[in-house]
């Protein structure tokens, strides 16, 4: 069983930047993909990032390149995601997952019925 709790949520103004972390436990996770996935109210869950297990290779959805940077600390296992530039667009619940479906070649790391553990979320409110 892997557990994930999120933090770092909060309010920020538009051109603000917030820092989530996410502190994973339970098993050897340093064979796990993990990644940051968000809902907004309404409307679906969306990928945001991933990171491989090694930490080699990441992937971002277009709407978040050059804004947010995702990283890990593997002797920890804490999945962090640096997000700078924030509009009122990015506003919604975001969550960590892990999954050790996911290979260096995989290119479904966008897709959440990959990942099979996931967080409760934290909320990050963008106001204009």
């Known amino acids: 069983q892997v557990q994930l709790v999120e933090s770092g949520g909060g309010l920020v103004q538009a051109g603000g930047s917030l820092r989530l972390s996410c502190a994973a436990s339970?098993?050897?996770?340093?064979?796990?993909?993990m990644g940051w996935f968000r809902q907004a109210p309404g409307k679906e869950r969306e990928f945001v990032a991933a990171?491989?297990?090694?930490?080699?290779?990441?992937y971002y959805a277009e709407s978040v390149k050059g804004r947010f940077t995702i990283s890990r600390d593997n002797p920890k296992i804490t999945l962090f995601l640096q997000m700078n530039s924030l509009k009122p667009e990015d506003t919604a619940v975001y969550s960590c997952?892990?999954?050790?479906?996911?290979?260096?070649?995989?290119?479904?790391?966008?897709?959440?019925?990959?990942?099979?553990?996931w967080g409760q979320g934290t909320q990050v409110t963008v106001s204009s």
């Open positions: 339970g098993r050897t996770l340093t064979t796990y993909a």
């Open positions: 997952a892990a999954t050790n479906k996911l290979s260096p070649f995989s290119r479904t790391y966008h897709a959440t019925n990959e990942y099979d553990n």
């Open positions: 990171l491989s297990s090694s930490g080699s290779n990441t």
